[in-house]
């Protein structure tokens, strides 16, 4: 069966810090790669996506970049945090592009 | 905007009741997905209905697709306390690459 980690998961950092925050999966490959960010009582907004190692599709314009140097890794950075990263940031995978999509357990990070 | 609106946004019943909520969308669709989320946890995918599926069950879930008035339904029976939780339709829009989640509706079950 497929599983997929998240961490950390809970995060507290000051503003300009680095990020790194880290998604694996396990029991499959080449799969399709997210990064959401959730605030606080909202819905999922869609910040990256992979379809393959080194392939990356950036959604909005921000202070992260993401990178997927192998098939079940994907990574969320930042080289100085903004007040306005904190929230909850998903990683999910997916199949294909259409395909339902199973969700990590989330980091939530809070820029202090 | 490409992503759908749930309603209501929090909704409050007694253990043993059915809930109901509602997801509208503006554009047409190849499929429309709903997923449930414990507070400060991931998204658990419920069920998918394609564009071409008019009413689809899994469990204690009903869930129906109306293309001509863009909008589904996700309905709970029989729901426990369990089912607290926030629930969110996800569509996949014509020509789009992704998914867009709605903001979603914070079902509370009183027991």
């Known amino acids: 069966s497929q599983t997929i980690h998240q961490w950390p998961a809970t995060l507290v950092q000051p503003v300009g810090s680095p990020l790194s925050l880290e998604c694996t999966v396990e029991?499959?490959?080449?799969?399709?790669l997210y990064w959401y960010r959730q605030a606080a009582g909202r819905g999922l907004q869609l910040l990256f996506y992979?379809?393959?190692?080194?392939?990356i599709s950036s959604e909005v314009p921000q202070n992260l970049s993401a990178s997927r140097p192998q098939d079940r890794q994907f990574i969320l950075s930042s080289k100085k945090l903004l007040l306005s990263d904190s929230g909850f940031y998903l990683c999910?995978?997916?199949?294909?592009?259409?395909?339902?999509?199973?969700f990590g357990p989330g980091t939530r990070l809070t820029v202090t | 905007s490409q992503q759908g609106e749930e309603d209501p946004q929090a909704l409050s019943i007694q253990e043993g009741e059915n809930a109901t909520m509602n997801c509208s969308y503006k554009?047409?669709?190849?499929?429309l997905q709903w997923y449930r989320q414990n507070s400060g946890r991931g998204l658990v995918h419920l069920i998918l209905?394609?564009?071409?599926?008019r009413e689809k069950h899994s469990g204690r879930l009903r869930v129906t697709l109306d293309t001509s008035k863009k909008s589904s339904s996700l309905l709970i029976t029989a729901s426990r306390a369990a089912d607290t939780a926030s629930y969110f339709c996800?569509?996949?829009?014509?020509?789009?690459?992704?998914?867009?989640f709605g903001t979603g509706t914070r079902l509370t079950v009183i027991p």
């Open positions: 999910a995978w997916s199949w294909r592009r259409r395909d339902e999509q199973y």
């Open positions: 029991g499959t490959s080449n799969p399709n």
């Open positions: 992979s379809v393959g190692i080194g392939q």
């Open positions: 554009t047409s669709i190849n499929n």
């Open positions: 209905i394609r564009s071409n599926e």
């Open positions: 996800a569509t996949d829009p014509t020509g789009a690459n992704n998914l867009f």
